[in-house]
């Protein structure tokens, strides 16, 4: 009987749905030239019925009973629209399409509008529609995950991981940063540290983020010099009313809290240093060398952003936002650190280092609308970012070093204070233009100015440091004095000058074909010098004193008593100078210009519903040089490289539609790699523990890396925000360049183009998924993973020129390539009246990867795997108010660099970095 009814009940049901109809159709976007409009609201006015619209623009509202209705169509920013006498009959379909379009000027829905470009949806939309493999993150996502600058933020994309402790150094795909490009707002940005040839991502804070996208795969339009990916980060827009955020917050470092935390003297609190204008040889006369008291280990961040639209006439608007933050913070790790060449030089148990970072940053946007056809925006940006570094390295007295003339065995010690700031100007204008109906114009023009310099680097070598700690007031420590500079002052400058600029005309031809043609290009010009002064002891094994306190000892007036100052280039003493008191001359210098220039025609052609095919076509001419002047190079050499090319680079994506949903992606490309101004100057850096220097032999035959790229991918699109996608990657590099320990006495790490081919294949997988909604299925629980495998392998051969090396094994792994990545999250969101909390659980990890190849019996120095896991709790109190808190870096994991060695490891670095505690207040006028 139980049965009987259920089937009575149930036959009932589809006799019901069968007397009912059903509504559907599509919505589209006015303002962008009937795109689709996805996630818009749909409702059967006097009714409980709705629904909203997918990533296509299509919904469907099944079981309608028949009648005659309104249905109302509603989207955050645009104009609501009701449609009457809607007729639904019994067991029929009833098709309403409506276009929608931008509405009036209201507080409340511009700010909404503006969101959407933000949104990981709206993200999603764009990554389902590209023709390439992209994937990106906007400040929706962002701010959730309490995500603070564009290298972390990119962290969150699958295949893509951060140098711990190494900056904002972005590994993509398991190929560092010479096989990286960064834009923004589609214009090339200077790198600024002579060591990278991409700026750092962490010097772009989320404010001035609107989202940063990542495309993996090659397109026409991108320039040559392309392997890994392209990061593109596009700046934050406003249109609306009136509006202003102001945010407080500070942070502690668990490692740091209790510490006597010092830092660089004569710096100020922003991180700006008022000496740049005075002879480096007066700074070192009116300065001592000592670190001071930094007065305080709890770091501060605010920002205040603002912004205004203004209608112009019935067509125009004009809209500003401006942005300012400042953020300091923290860090005091301890460990060993080792120097080892092809011996053990230095060892160091014990370390003590403290980092004072400053991080300032300020943006400006205008966008003046024209009409509906015309697009007008100018953006600036300045970032200042500064360090102190104070390093002791030995504290304990157990340092030793091979050189030392007094004990080999223990007592070494050595201190390293400097100070480092970048100062970033980047200035873009920007447009869109709709000549007509067919074709469109997108451009943009951009000019960046770097200040990247190190004043005044204090380091001083001591011997017998035990005796100091042994209680013993009548034996003490003495002056390392093996060279004159193993007791210093270094300056360096850096300035570089970039004018970029890109041009695309999109045409189309039909629904089926478009073009894209245009021009993208770039010169930029660099310009590198440093000075060096040596503390030139008079006596042999001059007592130290107090190793925290020795501005007494390098007072002016122990001049010529205690010890002599000289730099490394005198002038000739047969002029009767000597080398006493000498004003400073240039170490090293050198000067560098590259210039590309590229032409470009894709088409796109829509073959039928489910096919789609991009072939495309890039002509670039290259062209670098650099002119160096630096010590310690063969007299026969001629000071000077220079290599022009022209490349010919093809590609194809294709996209196949297996469903509305789901995709198969495919693209075939040749690009190319080309050396940077940091590979190919042969000045070397040297640090406490290792040195770092070019090689102009890259720009000899051959003066470029071919790379052969290829990429399947399948999508899946699910529910609103989720998303399935697995993909699989390969590429063929000919004639790589990896950092290499050349063959030297010091050690020195160089590049080198270490063998034919080298060979790249990896598997990436992505999910993001929604466990738990409310009754307006808004996730109230969900999930992402992200997961990479890459396998690489190079063959090797021993490289003679300039600077040599030497293997002793026929291949080995791609350096910097982490076999394998994870990111994962899980986020919570529910709703308890106007108080709406987010808490999310964030973790990353990559594997084991190699930092620079070993040569000769030397082994790799392999930067070790690291697990983070970071947990950040969003508390919206009400519309205006909110707190934040957040703990990062839970797992506190060892970050450590090591040497292999038959044996065993040898590590050259080891310390943990503590946690980070955040608390946030914000305030929305």
Known sequence: MKHFFTLILFLSAVIAQAQNGTITGSLSDKEAAGQPLPFANILIKGTSKGTTSDFDGNYIINNVEPGTYTIEFSFVGYQSVEKTNIVVTAGNTTVVNQEMSAGALLDEVIVKTTVRKETEAALLLDQKKATTIKQSIGAQELARKGVSDAAAAVTKISGISKQEGGGGNVYVRGLGDRYLNTTYNGLSLPANNIEKKNMDLNLFSS??????????????????????????????????????????????????????????????????????????????????VDAIDANATTGLLGSISGGKSWDVGEESRLSVFATASFGNNYEFREGPAVDYTTVEKKRFPNSEEYEYSRNTTAMANI????????????????????????????????????????????????????????????????GTNSINEKLKLDWGLGYNKVFARQPDRKRISVERYDLELDGDPNTNATFFSNIAFDNQRYFQNIEDDELNARINFNYEQSEDLSFNFGYNGRTKKRVFDNIRYGYDFIQPNTEVGDVRDLNGVFAPENIGTVFNTVVFNALDPANGLGNNNLPGRTENTYEGNLMVHGVFGEAVYQLNEKLSLVPGLRVELFDQDITYDVINLPPTDPGFREASEVFFLPSLNVKYA??????????????????????????????????????????????????????????????????FSIGAFA???????????????????????????????????????????????????????????TYTTQDLKSSQGIFSTTFDRDSDQLQGASPLLLNADLSYSPTFGEYKPVANLVFSYFSDRIDALGSGQLGNIIEKGVPTIDFVWKNTINEHFEINASVKNLLNPTIERVREIDGGDIALSSYKRGLNLGLQLKYKF
């Open 207 to 288: 404010d001035v983020i609107q989202n940063v996208g990542v495309s993996k795969t090659y397109a026409a339009n991108f320039y040559g010099d392309f392997a890994a990916g392209n990061v593109d980060i596009v700046a934050k827009e406003y249109t609306g009313d009136f509006f202003l955020d102001v945010d407080l917050g500070t942070s502690i470092n668990t490692n740091a809290v209790g510490s006597n935390f010092v830092k660089s003297e004569g710096t100020g609190f922003f991180g700006f240093y008022n000496r740049y204008q005075n002879d480096p040889y007066a700074v070192i006369l009116s300065h001592g």
């Open 367 to 430: 966008v003046y609308r024209i009409n509906g056809d015309h697009k007008i925006k100018f953006n600036s940006l300045f970032i200042n970012d500064a360090t102190d570094q104070a390093s002791y390295f030995g504290t304990k007295g157990l340092g030793i070093n091979r050189d030392a003339i007094l004990n080999t065995d223990k007592g070494f010690y050595q201190s390293n204070i400097q100070f480092e700031q970048d100062m970033i100007f980047v200035n873009q204008i920007t």
């Open 658 to 723: 297996l469903t509305e949903d789901q995709a198969l992606r495919f693209s075939f490309s040749s690009t190319v790699s080309n050396p940077e101004f940091k590979e190919v100057a042969p000045f070397v850096y040297e640090d406490v523990t290792q040195r770092i220097g070019g090689n102009p032999d890259l720009l000899s035959d051959p003066a470029f890396s071919r790379i052969y790229n290829l990429d399947v991918k399948y999508e899946w699109f699910m529910e609103r925000g989720e998303i």
């Open 731 to 789: 590429k063929a590099i000919n004639d790589p360049v990896n950092l290499v320990v050349a063959n030297d006495a010091t050690g020195t790490q160089r590049f080198f183009r270490t063998g034919d081919r080298a060979d790249v294949l990896g598997f990436e997988l992505e999910a993001r998924k929604g466990l738990l909604v409310d009754a307006e299925d808004e996730n109230i629980l969900s999930a992402g993973l992200n997961a990479t495998y």
